[in-house]
């Protein structure tokens, strides 16, 4: 198996609509991975991309539509969907190319164009729902969410305070993001009068519909060290899937994101994760997912997250940060692109090239993480210097 790295990483402003069709969005972010590779599309072997259901950008067979966007004429071509662990699990799929001799060069593309589908994106999700024993109920994978928020309060005596404070600590981040959508200095207050939408899940809780996309370039050993003195390697790469029956599973905490994390941490060699990982890239459409996720990383004992966010560990400046980018409730969910920004801002932190989102201790190991399906799928990657 031949070791892969990540050379070069771009991605597009987030924002609720862009004027840029997905083809578009796909070739901007395409274009600076590229460029900061020092590399032309003639050089690519191959092109994987992840996007979620056609009904987002509201035409039908999108991983086509989007193929020339993202540079994938007359190349090898993939593209993978796993809901909204697809942003992480798109590398994944590249890197299986890599490491196997396959392909020497791959563009990694995330695309996501949510605005198209009125009135909103949550009825997109409907079909994904059981005919017979769930739809009937009119669930939403918001009502969902707030069933396991609400399950992880009580297990843990987790309060909404508690749970705010991600909120404001990824907002704030995302002021130093240059493509934020959804930057804000808020205060705890601000999250809990903001708007109910499923208790305890309210407005700011929630990360916003959004349109993007992003890309990575990954190379293998040999010609990573040709393009750049400075690679950032791929050293563990995990997936798991659990069942799609939402009311067969404790949702207090993420069994499927243990699994996908052990999977990774094997392959990277990481015994003790919380000494390990020097930063996180966690997954938080929901600002309680990112201490749900910490947990099944085992970057936190369960029930311990809550505890580590009030006492700063997870600041920027902190013993172990988490999204120091702003995340997905402060730069924004486009679903695909949100988690490949997960695994662009792995790469510029390592490299140092983060700019204000940089963490101010110095780092040497990364983890990006995504979460999809109905709750049920965690894919994780663990990126080194």
């Not at 997954?283 to 099944?296: A, C, I, V």
Request: glycine content about 8%; overall charge negative.
């Amino acid at each position: 198996m031949r070791r892969v790295a990540v050379v070069g990483a771009g991605m597009t402003l987030f924002r609720h609509r862009m004027l840029e069709t997905g083809k578009e969005m796909a070739f901007e972010a395409s274009r600076m991975a590229l460029d900061q590779a020092g590399l032309d599309i003639k050089d690519v072997d191959s092109v994987v991309l992840g996007s979620a259901p056609d009904a987002f950008d509201g035409v039908h067979m999108k991983g086509e539509y989007l193929l020339d966007g993202a540079g994938g004429t007359r190349k090898p071509y993939t593209r993978v969907f796993v809901g909204g662990g697809t942003g992480v699990f798109v590398p994944i799929a590249a890197w299986w190319q890599v490491a196997s001799g396959v392909a020497d060069i791959v563009l990694v593309v995330g695309e996501e164009k949510m605005s198209p589908l009125l009135p909103h994106p949550q009825y997109a999700f409907w079909s994904i729902f059981d005919p017979i024993l769930e739809r009937p109920l009119g669930v939403t994978l918001l009502w969902i969410f707030s069933l396991e928020m609400r399950r992880y309060m009580h297990v843990y005596n987790v309060s909404e305070e508690d749970i705010a404070l991600v909120a404001v600590k990824n907002k704030r981040n995302a002021l130093d993001h240059p493509a934020a959508q959804l930057a804000a200095n808020i205060t705890v207050d601000d999250v809990l009068k903001s708007e109910p939408i499923c208790w305890p899940v309210k407005r700011l809780d929630v990360s916003p519909t959004s349109d993007g996309a992003a890309a990575v370039v990954l190379a293998s050993e040999d010609i990573a060290r040709r393009i750049t003195d400075d690679p950032v390697w791929i050293t563990g790469v995990g997936w798991n899937v659990d069942s799609t029956y939402w009311t067969n599973r404790d949702l207090c905490y993420p069994e499927y994101l243990e699994k996908a994390a052990n999977m990774a941490y094997r392959m990277a060699h990481i015994s003790d994760p919380k000494k390990e990982i020097d930063f996180a890239e966690v997954y938080d459409p929901f600002d309680y997912k990112e201490l749900h996720h910490m947990e099944g990383l085992q970057l936190a004992r369960r029930g311990e997250a809550p505890k580590l966010t009030r006492e700063g560990v997870t600041q920027r400046d902190g013993a172990l940060p988490i999204n120091p980018s702003g995340g997905l409730l402060g730069v924004g969910n486009p679903i695909a692109a949100a988690g490949m920004m997960k695994i662009a801002e792995v790469f510029w932190q390592l490299r140092g090239e983060a700019g204000k989102r940089q963490v101010k201790k110095p780092v040497r190991r990364g983890l990006a993480q995504a979460w999809g399906d109905l709750m049920q799928v965690g894919t994780v990657v663990i990126m080194e210097r």
